[in-house]
């Protein structure tokens, strides 16, 4: 089975941060993103709750199961700006596969403008591999949004985001679905570092 979290009442709330998050307008241009990436996105529910604020969502997940949930609520939610890919998040700037939405095709995923687009990362507690995050410090993507079920591995990658990726940490905010236990998700948001 896949995974999803269950607490009804925190998950809308969590939701809604990251929408609100990648949705915020861009400090250098004033307008917000156009473009969203979803890494280790599961069955699509932050790319599929901020479609309507995008051109364009792309989401990937190793999980093939997932990526047809995620395609299949895509289509019952009558969202057509939302392309999911089964496939390793690795793969997303190296090799991923063409685009195929109405107005993107032969685009690749690296093609998108990078200061208009933002990359939600919601990895397994593990954190995100060294090769993922040497491929997004590479893309530089505005804006980083990144939910984690394992704060410890967050902070280790949060650490390289800032001093390899040049991004300035905005926001921290925990959320407790868990109540009475040690785990938390924590929500961390990094905007690119202007060096002008």
């Known amino acids: ?6 607490n009804n009442h925190v998950l ?20 917000p993103p156009s473009f969203l990436i979803d ?22 997940e190793v999980n093939d199961k997932a990526v047809e949930e995620a395609t299949d609520n895509a289509k019952l939610n009558n969202i057509d700006n939302c392309q999911f890919v089964a496939a390793s998040a690795e793969a997303i700037f190296t090799s991923p ?6 107005g993107f095709e032969q685009y ?16 397994p507690r593990k954190g995100c591999s060294p090769e993922f995050l040497e491929q997004l410090y590479e893309y530089s993507p505005q804006r980083i949004v990144y939910m984690s079920c394992g704060p410890a591995t967050q902070a280790r990658d949060a650490k390289g985001i800032v001093e390899i990726g040049g991004y300035g940490i905005v926001s921290i905010q925990p959320f407790d679905l868990f109540p ?8 961390i948001i990094f905007e690119k570092r202007d060096h002008s």
Do not use: W
């Not at 609100?20 to 004033?30: C, F, L, R």
């Open 1 to 6: 089975g896949n995974f999803f979290q269950n």
């Open 12 to 31: 809308p709330l969590m939701v809604d941060a990251v929408v609100e998050a990648a949705t915020k307008p861009v400090t250098a241009t004033g307008k």
């Open 39 to 60: 890494c280790y996105c599961g069955s699509g529910l932050f790319a599929l709750s901020a479609a309507s604020q995008f051109q364009l969502c792309v989401g990937i």
């Open 97 to 102: 596969p063409e685009l195929t939405m109405p």
């Open 108 to 123: 690749k995923v690296q093609e998108l403008a990078r200061q208009e687009t933002v990359v939600v990362l919601d990895p």
């Open 180 to 187: 009475q236990t040690k785990h938390i998700e924590s929500l």
